[in-house]
């Protein structure tokens, strides 16, 4: 069980950006860390991840060129910089974590839900039009 806490969640105009960041508890090398979110009445939906082995990164449509995913591997630390904010990306963001594993996956199953094994408790995001 690994720990991962989210941060910087909050309240913004319609394009403006915010940073989130998650702490995790360990470190690892060879896994994925996903970033997702959850609207009320929705399903939880994949936004990036990146593999921490070779900084790969995988986007989903309706965020590409607007958010970024990164890493400080230094601290262990995951972030999520978003750009031009819509009323739509608003939601419960989360991070999560998967097992080491040792080879590179197609990007659209990084940002299935049920990749991952361990998530944060969330950071909420409202973007008001």
């Known amino acids: 069980q690994v720990d991962l806490v989210e941060s910087g969640g909050g309240s913004v105009q319609a394009g403006g950006s915010l940073r989130l960041s998650c702490g995790a508890s360990?470190?690892?090398?060879?896994?994925?860390m996903g970033w997702f979110r959850q609207a009320p009445g929705k399903e939880r939906e994949g936004v990036a991840s990146?593999?921490?082995?070779?900084?790969?990164?995988c986007y989903a449509d309706y965020v590409k060129g607007r958010f970024t995913i990164s890493r400080d591997a230094t601290q262990n630390t995951v972030f999520l910089h978003m750009n031009n904010l819509k009323p739509e990306d608003a939601g419960r963001y989360y991070c999560?974590?998967?097992?080491?594993?040792?080879?590179?996956?197609?990007?659209?199953?990084?940002?299935?839900?049920?990749?991952?094994?361990?998530w944060g408790q969330g950071t909420q995001v409202t973007v008001s039009s």
């Open positions: 360990v470190g690892g090398s060879h896994v994925y």
């Open positions: 999560a974590r998967d097992a080491p594993r040792y080879s590179r996956l197609p990007c659209q199953n990084t940002l299935m839900p049920s990749f991952y094994d361990d």
């Open positions: 990146l593999y921490t082995f070779d900084g790969v990164t």
